[in-house]
């Protein structure tokens, strides 16, 4: 089915839920759900507000004892509990809308791809749902993932090798640092602030190292002999790290492998960087999970020349 008709179908299921017209309030269906309309339902069921047309929705495509379960959620059994998963989720993202693909299947298994957007169509996250159904076509269970699927992980030091992004390599000063709220509002990272400095460092060899931070910290009243509370606000003020990095250019994502890091509780961590080129300008954008109450966040950089 084309991404249009997907569109449409999602719409029409919105249109029929709020007006109470949707199909759940009929008999149960002679024959089983296709796995097409199991989905368009559902996908639409995570973007209505209004409970009663959500559950009416899910009365049509979700089992009775049906369990949903996501990397950040306790398994919810029954309508009832993924309604209010639903709504919970909504209170958190607010203004967003699901786009979810055609099914996958094969047996009783079904895979499906979703986009998280904003009402502006820009993307907020996406991930795959793996689906068992039941005999009538109703929904039994949803495992959820954020993210992209994994892949075979590319050599540390492939931004060496022929192919590899060698358009990181160099060394990057800072440009700003910014946090889209929740709430639709933005700020600057509150560990860099407003004119934070910094560089970030890509070697040929699969090495990263970056440092950024708020250029306008208070000074330490003895140099070199920081009191408690001047030592206490370094990490509220220095983000510091080195590693190595691997590339998934094909899904336009960089890891930097942390091996050393101001916070010693993120040494032998990774973070995910989704990654833009374009000019002089990288822009990286910080994968889930993110600080609470965060939706993105965006570090633009300038190429050192």
């Known amino acids: 089915m084309s991404h249009r008709g997907h569109e449409l ?6 249109l029929l839920a709020a007006l109470g017209l949707s199909r759940a309030a009929m008999a149960e269906p002679a024959k089983p759900l296709a796995p097409e309309a199991a ?24 089992a009775a004892d049906g369990v949903y379960s996501d990397a950040d959620t306790a398994p919810a ?19 967003t809308h699901f786009q979810c693909s055609a099914p996958q299947m094969h047996h009783r298994a079904m895979r499906v791809t979703w986009i998280l957007l904003q009402r502006d169509g820009t993307e907020v996250t996406h991930g795959v749902d793996i689906y068992d159904m039941a005999p009538d076509g109703r929904i039994q269970r949803i495992v959820g993932f954020f993210g992209d699927s994994p892949s075979v992980a590319p050599s ?29 509002t933005e700020r600057p990272d509150p560990n860099v ?20 931070g708020n250029s306008e910290r208070a000074r330490w009243a003895v140099l ?44 032998g961590t990774d973070r995910k960087r989704f990654f833009k080129i374009t000019g002089n300008r990288l822009v990286l954008n910080a994968a889930p999970p993110l600080p609470d109450g965060v939706q993105a966040l965006t570090i633009t950089w300038e190429r050192v020349r």
């Open 224 to 267: 070199d002999k920081p009191s408690v509370a001047e030592a206490s606000a370094i990490p509220e003020n220095l983000v510091a790290y080195c590693g190595t990095y691997s590339v998934d250019e094909a899904a336009g994502f960089v890891v930097h492998h942390v091996e050393i890091d101001l916070s010693p509780n993120r040494t």
């Open 9 to 14: 179908r999602t719409l029409c299921a919105v």
């Open 77 to 95: 059994k029954g309508r009832a509990a993924l309604s209010d998963v639903i709504a919970k989720f909504q209170r958190e993202y607010p203004g």
């Open 193 to 212: 602030g407003a004119r934070g400095r910094g560089y970030i460092v890509y070697t040929a060899t699969g090495q990263v190292c970056a440092m950024l």
């Open 156 to 184: 540390k030091a492939s931004a060496a090798e022929p192919g590899g992004a060698t358009r990181l390599v160099g060394t990057w000063r800072l440009v700003s640092a910014t946090e889209r709220m929740k709430d639709g």
């Open 39 to 62: 989905i368009t339902d559902y996908c639409a069921a995570w973007s209505v507000a209004d409970p009663v047309a959500r559950d009416r929705l899910l009365a049509r495509v979700w």
